[in-house]
């Protein structure tokens, strides 16, 4: 009775105060037709530490970091999280802090916010940010659905070197309301063929990844001039953040709305979640931004304070002025990143920067050196396309053996691609690392 501390008797007595004979009446409601008449088919049950084994014996047969090199980012990176993120994060007061619907209960959730929200504009180039949403794929979706509402345009245009996945998704949130989405194909150095671009009257958006997943380094500015000469919307999207520590940010090559994924900044990988989707655009475009703002404001007495300058769910507007029906701002996770961002500092994170390129270039240079081709040429952050001799297949899985991640094999999502590995590197692996991946693939 663990985890059900009832007794028949305290079952029995609930079930009296409120009219009902059995726990089957509580789903009178529900068709039998759609009711399970039948015991669930549950293995026999452990003691506790029959059940810590069983789940580590689960885990072992992942291949995680640190008992594996994974060279493998694809949207979700390794890198070092800073003691003070964690333990800051790890407080009572952020850890549990629910959406601050009232201000004067919540100022500190209401600043945390606010300073994330600060450091993602200017992170981004951009003049507002918000309070992050879900992830990167969902915060491109919305993107492309807040330059529908903007333009009154049906047609998307979205570069096929975006993110498989968040491109998936965005066909997901479009197709259903009959909005048509374009694909742009890639050229031979890995980036967007921009040349694809039509100057049909219906277009709302261009959307392009930088660096995309190929880990190509888009020239913004050129996309962003095209969108606009066809009065469409420019949205730039990301996988990897870390990189406009670096590059320039989207805003400063003219995009309208930059958005993507945050993980990086404090994150965990945690097999694919929780991520954090950062949401930023141009001012004049705030009001039909998704989710929340959190602005500064000045009380009665004269004092700084903060309050929810936006929130446009249906919650808080009526349904059909809602550009957002979000209910949560992932606030614990946007946290991470805002502590992540100032505990490095601007400086800090440009070194950090400068490490995963360096890094990654040193890897890239050492594959072809070793007579293997990249796929692309075009510059890269922290991930390249390598092309490995046919038959590799056996090899990948030897060195899986070996407790190393090879890269993804990019056939899954580019048949064309058959035989290129997209592989990554951030400032968690040492030069020995790169070393070693090198000598156990030309065994």
């Not at 009296?16 to 068709?31: C, Q, R, T």
Request: with cysteine.
């Amino acid at each position: 009775m663990r985890y059900l501390p009832h007794t028949p008797e305290d079952v029995a007595s609930m079930l009296s105060d409120i009219g009902a004979d059995a726990i089957e009446d509580l789903f009178s409601a529900i068709p039998p037709d759609c009711r399970r008449d039948e015991d669930l088919r549950l293995p026999e049950p452990l003691t506790e530490w029959e059940l810590n084994g069983r789940i580590a014996s689960m885990a072992r047969q992942a291949a995680t970091s640190p008992d594996y090199r994974v060279y493998m980012g694809a949207g979700s990176y390794e890198h070092y999280v800073p003691a003070s993120v964690s333990h800051l994060l790890g407080r009572s007061e952020f850890s549990t802090a629910y959406t601050p619907y009232q201000p004067e209960m919540g100022q500190g959730t209401l600043q945390a916010i606010y300073e994330y929200q600060t450091l993602t504009a200017r992170l981004l180039g951009m003049e507002v940010a918000n309070a992050s949403l879900y992830d990167g794929a969902s915060a491109l979706a919305e993107a492309i659905l807040m330059a529908i509402r903007i333009t009154h345009r049906k047609r998307i245009a979205l570069s096929r070197a975006v993110h498989p996945l968040y491109r998936r998704v965005v066909r997901t949130y479009l197709e259903p309301g009959g909005y048509a989405v374009t694909e742009l194909p890639y050229r031979e150095d890995g980036r967007t063929d921009l040349a694809r671009l039509s100057d049909s009257d219906d277009l709302a958006a261009v959307a392009v990844q930088s660096p995309n997943f190929f880990g190509c380094i888009e020239d913004l500015k050129t996309a962003a001039d095209k969108a606009h000469e066809a009065n469409a919307l420019f949205v730039t999207c990301f996988s990897e953040p870390l990189a406009y520590c670096l590059l320039k940010s989207p805003g400063s090559q003219g995009a309208d709305i930059a958005c993507g994924e945050g993980q990086s900044f404090g994150i965990a990988p945690s097999f694919g979640g929780p991520g954090l989707g950062m949401f930023a655009c141009k001012m004049k475009y705030v009001r039909n931004m998704p989710g929340r703002l959190v602005g500064q404001a000045v009380d009665a007495d004269g004092r700084r304070g903060f309050v929810l300058t936006l929130a446009t769910r249906e919650q808080h507007i009526r349904r059909e002025k809602a550009t957002s029906n979000i209910c949560t701002n992932n606030s614990l996770c946007a946290l991470a990143a805002a502590m992540f961002m100032a505990s490095a500092g601007s400086t800090g994170m440009r070194e950090l920067a400068c490490l995963n390129r360096d890094k990654a270039e040193y890897l890239k240079n050492r594959l072809a050196g070793a007579g293997f081709r990249m796929a692309f040429p075009s510059p890269t952050f922290n991930e390249f396309v390598v092309e490995f001799p046919p038959g590799f297949d056996a090899g990948y899985k030897r060195l899986l053996e070996r407790k190393i991640v090879a890269g993804l094999p990019l056939g899954r999502y580019y048949p064309e691609l058959q035989g290129r590995y997209l592989l990554c590197v951030t400032e968690t692996k040492s030069r020995t690392d790169l070393d070693a991946l090198i000598s156990e693939i030309m065994r």
